[in-house]
């Protein structure tokens, strides 16, 4: 009999290629990359100091302390600047730097931004480096020469985030410099997490790279600041997974951006002591939850707006009051609900323009919307095919948008399909299987089950934010976690959801985690 597993190999045969190890990137594959930076880095001079760029997302803060690690060992003076969310916006700006100065730097080096504004940055009187991972804009004229970006040059060789660009950088340093061979591990870990917090393709050199930061990370003493975070939000030291990192310690970091406390994160990080770590950890263990209870306040209204939209090819949600720093988790749960691209918005403190996110379901691509609205709508956006930002003068412009069939037609279709079982055809050496398919995420999710058929239920118990229960069928059972009222029973149901191990007492028990349900 054929097992479920190799049913869904069938069911996706690309799959079969992740079964195949790959090796670590190196910038062997990259001259272009390996040129550039040698470049940048044979013009820097002793006591001349170095600007750091950096963004406010975990992707942006972790790359920008790294580099800071890596060049401060080299005996180079630098300094970090971190855009404001609200007062300077995404990326790196020309007003930014006239209104901070920061063209009295000689060295710069802009981290996760600066694609589009390349142009810019050519014409500072400064030794100008970008590494930044976001899609070019189709209409901008860029500079190439000073532009590390896997868009222009490295297509094929995975959806590199900043933080695994970053660990290239380390690496090729580290062959001519011995002392930043010590730093390879925390940039390894580093690219582990900014992959999956910026929910990059998990295939080839990414999902090395997660991989290898996952089996690193386990008892992790690559940063003191760190290993302190994990122990906090993990106090069980149970296995830390591409779950744990993208549904715990991710969203932790990131809630500093969120919240315009950024800097917590890179005094997290260069703590050595655990005095000067568990400060910072705790405030961004703390903002986390304030991220949580706002994200949480705002879903229904985002889920009425969405209801109403179903008829288009992308929702679009917004409200005046909604914190700026959430809209990409308001945009990420409606389009994770309903299936579809959406873009959340909330409107500037300034009052003349709303600030939003927009993310898509896999296989679908959120910048083919803004690609083919006009410059009148989007004055300015970024990003990547699953996930975005935007400015506009109005939500409703773009729900008019949408009403054309050119921009329907090319954002693409979902391709996660369920696997079809009987509640008698799961086990735990049928679940086991699947962990060969691991790390799962962008380009190969977690797989989806279908169940159908008439159930009971036994043993309800109330756990957290729902319940607890076995589920029955004529053909066995299995251990159900379910966040709202119980599907109806005695009459035929079919049910959806992924399975976990979940901590229950001191075992794990692998539970069917019901997304929902129909019949």
Not at 226 to 249: A, C, H, K, Q, S
Request: charged content about 15%; glycine content about 10%.
């Amino acid at each position: 009999m054929t097992s479920l597993y190799q049913s869904y190999l069938s069911q996706h045969p690309h799959l079969k290629d992740l079964l195949v190890p790959q090796p670590l990137p190196t910038l062997s594959t990259f001259t272009t990359f390996r040129d550039k930076l040698d470049r940048w880095m044979g013009r820097l001079a002793p006591g001349e100091p170095i600007l750091i760029y950096g963004d406010y997302d975990a992707d942006g803060l972790l790359s920008s302390s790294i580099a800071d690690d890596c060049l401060r060992s080299l005996g180079y003076r630098t300094e970090i600047y971190i855009p404001d969310r609200i007062r300077d916006g995404y990326g790196f700006q020309s007003k930014t730097v006239v209104d901070h100065d920061l063209a009295r730097f000689r060295h710069m080096l802009i981290l996760d931004s600066g694609t589009n504004q390349s142009l810019y940055a050519s014409k500072l009187p400064s030794n100008v480096l970008i590494v930044d991972h976001h899609e070019p804009d189709p209409d901008a004229t860029l500079a190439l020469s000073l532009l590390i970006n896997p868009h222009l040059d490295y297509r094929g060789t995975g959806d590199f985030c900043t933080g695994s660009l970053m660990y290239l950088f380390v690496q090729h340093l580290a062959v001519r410099h011995p002392q930043i061979g010590k730093l390879l591990d925390r940039a390894l870990v580093y690219a582990m997490i900014t992959t999956l917090t910026d929910v990059c393709e998990l295939t080839g050199h990414n999902r090395t790279l997660v991989q290898r930061g996952l089996q690193r990370i386990q008892g992790s003493d690559v940063n003191f600041g760190l290993n302190t975070l994990i122990r906090m939000v993990n106090p069980n030291m149970d296995e830390i997974t591409e779950e744990t990192v993208g549904w715990t310690i991710g969203p932790t970091i990131n809630a500093a951006g969120r919240l315009l406390q950024p800097k917590a994160v890179l005094k997290l990080l260069s703590a050595t002591s655990l005095a000067e770590a568990v400060g910072p950890a705790e405030t961004l263990i703390q903002l986390n939850q304030v991220r949580r209870e706002l994200t949480k306040t705002c879903a229904a209204d985002a889920n009425g707006q969405a209801k109403a939209q179903l008829h288009q090819a992308a929702l679009v949600v917004y409200q005046p009051y909604w914190h700026l720093g959430i809209v990409g988790l308001i945009a990420a749960q409606v389009s994770n609900t309903y299936g579809k691209p959406t873009f959340a918005f909330g409107l500037h403190p300034s009052g003349e323009f709303w600030s939003g996110s927009g993310r898509a379901p896999e296989g679908q691509n959120i910048l083919h919307i803004a690609h083919q609205c006009a410059k009148s709508i989007l004055p300015g956006y970024g990003g990547h095919a699953g996930a975005m930002g935007l400015k506009l003068r109005h939500p409703k412009d773009l729900i008019d948008a949408l009403q054309s069939p050119t921009i329907a037609g090319g954002i693409g279709k979902p391709i996660a399909e369920p696997i079809s079982a009987a509640v008698g055809q799961v086990s735990n050496a049928a679940l086991a299987e699947f962990d060969m398919l691991r790390p799962f995420g962008q380009g190969n999710p977690k797989p989806t089950f279908h169940f159908y058929g008439t159930f009971t239920y036994a043993n309800p118990t109330k756990t957290g934010n729902g319940m607890m229960l076995t589920f029955c069928d004529r053909t066995g059972s299995f251990s159900a976690f379910w966040n709202e009222a119980v599907p109806p029973l005695n009459r035929s149901i079919q049910l959806y959801g992924q399975f976990g191990a979940p901590r229950l007492g001191d075992t794990r028990l692998p539970t069917f985690f019901i997304r929902k349900w129909q019949g």
